[in-house]
């Protein structure tokens, strides 16, 4: 059951007086967490269809390819299909003899009607009444049919076109219907049906009455954007309310849009409630996070990696997240596992971040973030050639990137408290970021406290191999500026070191790393006769698992703990400064 501050208003087109964040907000830490903060979230193109009612959406009906305008992703796993409708009526400027064309891009299969009458249709055979799709057809290209006369199909009224699509079984991982028509006449070309306008739908239920004959008549406009939104701020509970823009942009190569603003100016220490007003007067619920405050001795947040297998373990470890009570969460990587190739399944992502990582009393858990390999095309680790930011889309257009395709950076709590955020050879490679790290290193050198965070270990439980790369060109640093803790993921186990230098065990001048991602995910085990061969390894187990860390005045501890709240491993440690 969702706790009560998790509903929210959806916006919906032309929904007077009704505004609100679709998926989201998320709170993340870039720069000076104690007055600043980004808000962001996604913006669906369209809402999705509710079953077994029409409804209005721009043509590129589908799910699971990342392309659609109006995903319906409630068709996955079901037989029942998608039909579609539309009213086409000739432009004046189309002679009555200019031939139609139908353009479609489909997956799998289609059948098209133009006032009740078959006219084409692609990839699907008819036998005893009963339609089936005799082979897989991939969307990526448009295929065009001819349809006849103008004059002739659409008269004076114009008729209705309708279509229905088809997958080639019901568990296939994505379906696509895309519509479009135009016509031709000595050598011109005119759409009469645009890429991209608004039809009716019905998902999943088969249509009654003459559905191929009547309705269709759309009042939406295609492209139509949203009422222009602002958001308001303030501290909770004070009585006047700033404002802050609302800037959007493509979410990676999709036509949602991450919708974001910049809160600036805030009070170290305090509730800051925030909501959207939209430009026809009307408000969404408001929503609320603390600042950190100006003084970070006193610290406690959590940290973990590789997120999100299934949503019931991901939804488990994200409440126990949030009834830790930290200031913030540490995110390592891996966290919503598209590959750069699955958009809708950062939905999932974000709707189970809002509604289950929530502080006591509700408010919303701000997060500071690292790259992982499963953020980019491939799930690559290659820490000599990584592709740049071109191979992770998704996330360089969902979250707040200080400097412009570049994943590694640091965050400051305060004078007293750093983290230095690195890219372990995802989007930018290993050596290509030493010179970087050694200066951010160096400009700490007087930061009484410091934590390094990156994906891929250096030095983990040997369930895959260790990073070598970074061994060599990242550890010696961290040794030579002495940073106090490394927090590692990726390996989908429980690890932790002992204290290390140069990969051996040092109990009073080394550094322990610990993690090794396995927030949500399927944990793998680990082999007793590996860990022999690896005496820096102090425990490792395959559990799922979170870190609290505190950090006080003379040192900080970190509980490892599992999603009901039970901690199997904790260590203690002096400032090493």
């Known amino acids: ?63 699971g390819d990342g392309d659609d305008r109006t995903l319906i992703p409630g068709l996955e796993g079901k037989d029942a299909g998608l039909v579609i409708r539309r009213k086409v009526h000739r432009p004046s400027s189309v002679p009555a003899d200019a031939r139609l064309y139908l353009r479609v891009n489909y997956d799998d299969g289609f059948i098209a009607w133009l006032a009740g009458k078959e006219l084409a249709r692609g990839n699907v055979e008819t036998r005893d009444g009963r ?78 009455g003459d559905w191929k004959t009547e309705g269709g008549e759309v009042a939406a406009v295609a492209g139509k954007e949203p009422s222009p939104v602002q958001m308001e701020f303030r501290e909770r509970g004070a009585a006047a309310w700033r404002r802050a823009n609302v800037a959007s942009v493509p979410f990676a190569g999709t036509r949602h849009r991450v919708r974001s603003a910049a809160l600036s100016g805030l009070p170290a220490g305090r509730e800051i409630e925030f909501r959207l007003a939209g430009g026809d007067g009307g408000f969404s619920d408001a929503f609320v996070f603390k600042t950190a405050p100006a003084d970070a001795t006193a610290v406690r947040f959590v940290t973990g990696g590789d997120m999100f297998h299934t949503r019931p373990a991901l939804d488990a470890m994200n409440r126990r997240a949030g009834l830790e009570d930290p200031l913030f969460a540490l995110l390592g990587g891996d966290l919503a596992y598209t590959n750069n190739a699955n958009p809708p399944r950062w939905f999932e ?57 570049l994943a590694y950076d640091t965050f400051d709590l305060g004078k007293d408290l750093s983290f230095v955020l690195l890219d372990s050879g995802h989007s930018a490679t290993i050596d290509s970021q030493t010179g970087w790290l050694e200066s951010a290193l160096r400009q700490r050198r007087a930061v009484k406290r410091l934590f390094v965070c990156y994906h891929r270990p250096a030095w983990g439980p040997g369930v895959k191999e260790d990073s070598i790369d970074i061994q060599r060109a990242w550890c010696p640093l961290f040794e030579k500026f002495r940073v106090d803790a490394v927090f590692e993921n990726d390996h ?33 085990a680990v082999d007793p006769a590996e860990l022999k061969k690896r005496p820096w390894i102090a425990k490792a187990a395959g559990v799922n698992h979170l870190y609290v860390v505190e950090t006080g005045e003379r040192g900080w501890s970190a509980a490892a703990k599992t999603a009901d709240g039970k901690t199997f491993d904790r260590i203690e440690r002096r400032w090493r400064r």
């Open 492 to 524: 989908h186990a429980f690890s932790r070191s002992h204290p290390l230098t140069a990969g051996k065990i040092d109990r009073e001048r080394g550094i322990p790393y610990l993690g090794a991602g396995a927030w949500g995910v399927g944990v793998r």
């Open 349 to 405: 992502w974000i709707d189970s971040w809002v509604e289950n990582a929530r502080r006591p009393g509700g408010a919303l858990l701000p997060m500071v973030l690292v790259i992982g390999n499963h953020e980019t095309t491939g799930a690559g680790y290659r820490p000599l050639d990584a592709p740049g930011p071109r191979a992770a889309t998704e996330y360089f257009s969902l979250f707040h990137i200080r400097s412009e395709g």
């Open 131 to 208: 339609h089936r799709v005799p082979a897989t057809h991939e969307a990526g290209r448009w295929e065009e049919f001819l349809l006849g006369r103008a004059g002739e199909l659409l008269g004076e009224d114009g008729a209705v076109l309708a279509l229905q699509g088809f997958n080639d079984r019901p568990t296939s991982s994505d379906f696509t219907l895309d519509v479009a028509v135009v016509a031709k006449w000595s050598g011109k070309s005119v759409p009469v049906v645009a890429e991209g306008e608004h039809w009716q739908y019905l998902a999943l239920k088969t249509p009654e």
């Open 1 to 63: 059951m969702k706790r009560a501050w998790t509903k929210w208003i959806w916006w919906l087109p032309g929904m007077a007086g009704a505004v609100g964040f679709d998926h989201g907000p998320l709170v993340q830490w870039t720069g000076d967490a104690s007055t600043t903060a980004s808000i962001r979230w996604i913006e669906r193109a369209e809402a999705k269809a509710v079953e077994g009612r029409w409804a209005e959406g721009p043509s590129g009906f589908g799910y």
